[in-house]
């Protein structure tokens, strides 16, 4: 389990999420019609409501602590902001409800990546990442505002992100610029080889496991 594949050190098969800058690329527009936006406190889905109603669709907004109700069934597309509001295990919660509808959901956080400043939203980044992988039929994407943005700028980010789709279902703003991850290779600092002593004691906790046998044949192989 702990062997390579090509036999390859450790340090060649490590990678970490960095973020891009990357302007978005030309899309169509998105068809739905029927948007329910889970507004948040300081309004920033009550702008976004407007931006949309501007542009000919149908919008209904729900506030925090409200039951979406039949609104989850009836749209064409959700705009979830409760995450700004809420702790990350209801913000899970209130997503997870989302995406047993058919409408497609995007997922707004703020300052939950790059230079992360609320790391409580950070989960839910984490839950949609799953989502995604399990209703990719209905999977929008999950957008990280900038903390220093004010309401206006906010939404002039967030509306065309949610109305064009150029494949980038994971994008981040900071200071007017769009980023998205992108896996690049880990380069760990340089570290002295492991020597194990065959008169030491090594204990290794939950070592009945596979993954703790695993490692207990390989600390042997290496001296222990």
Known sequence: ML???????????????EWKAKSRATAPSSAAQRWLILTDRERIGDHLAQRL?????????????EDPGRE????????????????????CASVARACESRARLWVVTRGAQVDVRAPEQSPVWGFCRV?????????????????????????????PEILTNDGEDQVAFRAGDRWVPRLAPFVAAETRPLRL???AIY?????AGSLGL?????????GA
Do not use: F
């Open 53 to 65: 109603r501007e542009a000919g669709r149908t919008v209904s907004v729900v506030q925090p602590g």
């Open 214 to 222: 695993a490692t207990a044949r390989w600390m042997i192989n290496k």
């Open 3 to 17: 062997d390579l594949a090509e036999g390859k050190p450790l340090r060649d098969c490590c990678y970490r999420i």
């Open 197 to 199: 002593r065959p008169d």
């Open 72 to 91: 989850l069934q009836d749209c064409s597309a959700i705009v979830h902001l409760w995450s700004l509001e809420s702790d990350s295990r209801d913000a």
């Open 131 to 159: 989502a995604a992988l399990e209703h990719p039929d209905t999977w929008g994407g999950i957008i990280d505002l900038d903390p220093s943005a004010d309401v206006e700028h906010s939404v002039s980010m967030l509306l």
């Open 203 to 207: 204990l290794i906790t939950g070592g």
